[in-house]
């Protein structure tokens, strides 16, 4: 069988609301961002695992809001000038003291004018090892929401997006054949969809359970 030649040309994951697929694990925490204009003290922190989807819905808020969202680690000028603002990792700057006075002074700018706040993190932040006792203090007084590992209808629900959304149809069985094989992850997802189009590029196959198990090893 002539093999064809399989091009990783990059994607995009699409942010937006449309591709927000809502499940048990994710609904409490999207309910939360929705209702962001009565956020206790203007502030919010979405909390959850690698894979759970804390970036993609810190994109509907923005998207939604018109906010701006920007790294903890290195959030530009325009931080400072935001109403609506999304921080993500928060966690990963504790212990730069630059980087939690940065965050400080944004904290309250943000909030002076009367603006909203969305801070991220893997854990909730009362667990932030901050070491700016008052940026400690202030963050642990958000409100928390938290996303969950993705349960199996979420898992099926973005295995079959993924795969639209590199126009392949998967043969019957697959899906429910992989969703007990992966880890409760977004990024396992679309690890396992990319490996599996790159196959059935260079293998002229289907993608099927037989194309999985030999490139997945499952």
Same mark, same amino acid.
């Given at each position: 069988? $002539? ?13 937006? $609301?449309? /591709? ?10 999207? =309910? ?13 922190? +979405? ?17 939604? =809001? ?7 680690? !290195?959030?530009?000028?325009? !931080?400072?000038?935001? $109403? ?18 940065? &965050? ?7 909030? /002076?004018?009367?603006?909203?706040? &969305?801070?991220?993190? %893997? =854990?909730?932040?009362? %667990? ?17 929401? %938290? ?5 199996? /209808? ?5 295995? +079959? ?12 069985? &697959? ?44």
């Amino acid at each position: 069988m $002539r093999r064809q030649l399989a091009l990783d040309l990059g994607r995009r994951p699409a942010l937006g $609301r449309d /591709a927000f697929l809502v499940s048990s694990a994710n609904a409490a925490a999207l =309910a939360a961002i929705d209702a962001w204009e009565r956020w206790p003290g203007g502030k919010q922190a +979405l909390v959850g695992a690698a894979g759970t989807g804390k970036t993609h819905l810190a994109h509907v808020w923005a998207e939604s =809001a018109g906010a701006l969202v920007v790294p903890a680690a !290195a959030p530009g000028p325009d !931080a400072l000038d935001a $109403r609506l603002l999304a921080v993500e990792d928060v966690g990963r700057i504790a212990g730069d003291r630059a980087a939690e006075e940065r &965050l400080f002074h944004i904290h309250n700018a943000v909030l /002076a004018r009367g603006g909203r706040l &969305l801070l991220t993190g %893997r =854990a909730p932040p009362s %667990r932030w090892p901050l070491v700016l006792p008052d940026l400690a203090s202030r963050v642990a007084a958000a409100g928390v929401a %938290r996303l969950d590992p993705p349960d199996e /209808a979420l898992m099926a629900g973005v295995l +079959l997006k993924l795969f639209a959304d590199r126009h392949i149809r998967p043969r019957p069985g &697959l899906i429910g054949w992989l969703v007990p094989r992966l880890e409760r992850s977004f990024a396992a997802a679309e690890a396992a969809v990319a490996r599996l189009d790159q196959a059935a590029l260079s293998q002229n196959r289907a993608v099927g359970v037989r194309l999985a198990a030999r490139t997945l090893q499952m």
